[in-house]
C-alpha cells in the first residue's frame, strides 16, 4: 500500500485540525492504521491507531480525549482529528499501515508502510 498524508498546518493552540491519509494501491482496511509522530530529535511517538477490521481504536495517554482516529473506506482514507491542541501537539505526523497484530499497534517500529508525512505547529 502506498501512503498519502495531507492535513497539517499552523494553528493556535486550543484550535483544530484534520489529517487525512489517503491508500493507493491497496485498501487501508487490510491493515492496521496508525499515526505516528516526531519532533526533531526525539523518536516518533505514536498517537493512535484504528484495527483493520475498524472494531476498535487506541489512543496515546496524550492523544485520549482530544484526537479521533476513524476511517472512510469509500475513499480509502484514514483521518484523525485534533481538537484542544496544545504546542506539545507539534511535529511532523506520519501515517503507517501495520500487517501484524492488533496488540503491537502502539509500536511503531511495527509498521511496515509509511506516508511522507504532514507538518503540525501549534502555536501558544
Known amino acids: 500500500v502506498q501512503l498519502q498524508a495531507f492535513g497539517g498546518g499552523l494553528v493556535q493552540a486550543g484550535g483544530s485540525l484534520r489529517l487525512s491519509c489517503r491508500g493507493s494501491e491497496d485498501k487501508v482496511s487490510n491493515y492496521n492504521m496508525g499515526w505516528i509522530r516526531q519532533v526533531p530529535g526525539k523518536e516518533r511517538e505514536f498517537v493512535a491507531a484504528?484495527?483493520?477490521?475498524?472494531?476498535?481504536?487506541l489512543y496515546a495517554d496524550s492523544a485520549k480525549g482530544r484526537f479521533t482516529i476513524s476511517r472512510v473506506g469509500m475513499v480509502n482514507t484514514v483521518y484523525l482529528q485534533m481538537n484542544s491542541l496544545e504546542p506539545e501537539d507539534t511535529g511532523v505526523y506520519y501515517c503507517a499501515a501495520d500487517r501484524g497484530l492488533w496488540n503491537r499497534a502502539s509500536e511503531p517500529i511495527e509498521y511496515d508502510y509509511w506516508g511522507q508525512g504532514t507538518v503540525v505547529t501549534v502555536s501558544s
Open positions: 484504528i484495527r483493520r477490521s475498524g472494531s476498535a481504536t
